[in-house]
């Protein structure tokens, strides 16, 4: 069964530090999300995109976090320089129509 | 505005039946989710309802009531390994980011 994959799954870091997380989605899905989860919350959408154009980043805070999908394949989020309130789950999910499926997910701890 | 709203935790017995309730408030609607997630893990999709009514998946349930903006998962048979968030989320269109509410932690007990 085809699934989104992300990378790595764990990562810690000291504020001020950069940090990037990759994400594959189900290949043939043109629709990739990337989502924040706090604990205790729901995931909040990050960014989306289409093929590679950016469909929605109303909520990134673009000041530190850029997102690319150069070839609308897989995607890049990177942070720079990462705070503490952003530890946090970073969820990636691809879809082709409208269930979304989702990758194992990064767990930010931001020292 | 958008908004969902769900019960935060539930506790119910093993073997037992229970049913999470979700309302919503969104712009436009195209879909009414469910995804389970474990601690520490992604949400997997469990169920989507567009159209009014039951939908049946082995255990697991979800209603839609669209002029009430509600739904609910019923999960049946309950065992330990259901002990987990279920997430309730409403699509506002087409391929818009789903809209989460806080999730409900189930705790299935012996």
């Known amino acids: 069964e085809a699934e989104v994959a992300q990378s790595p799954r764990y990562k810690i870091t000291e504020k001020s530090q950069a940090v990037a997380f990759w994400c594959d989605p189900i290949s043939g899905h043109a629709t990739l999300y990337w989502y924040r989860q706090i604990l205790g919350q729901g995931p909040e959408l990050l960014v989306q995109f289409q093929d590679e154009s950016v469909v929605d980043d109303s909520q990134l805070p673009k000041d530190r976090f850029s997102a690319e999908r150069l070839k609308g394949v897989d995607s890049t989020l990177k942070i720079q320089p990462a705070e503490l309130g952003d530890s946090a789950m970073y969820l990636c999910?691809?879809?082709?129509?409208?269930?979304?499926?989702f990758g194992p997910g990064t767990r930010l701890l931001v020292l | 505005g958008q908004n969902i709203d769900q019960p935060t935790e539930m506790t119910a017995t093993e073997g037992a039946i229970v049913q999470i309730n979700c309302t919503y408030q969104t712009s436009g609607f195209n879909g009414l989710f469910w995804y389970q997630q474990h601690a520490g893990e992604a949400p997997t999709f469990l169920s989507y309802?567009?159209?009014?009514g039951l939908e049946e998946k082995g255990r697991f349930s979800s209603f839609l009531s669209r002029s009430k903006g509600y739904s609910y998962l019923l999960l049946k048979e309950l065992q330990m390994k259901d002990s987990a968030s279920y997430l309730c989320a409403a699509l506002d269109s087409g391929n818009t980011p789903l809209v989460f509410g806080k999730g409900t932690r189930l705790s299935v007990i012996a």
């Open positions: 309802n567009v159209l009014d």
């Open positions: 999910a691809s879809s082709s129509g409208e269930t979304q499926y």
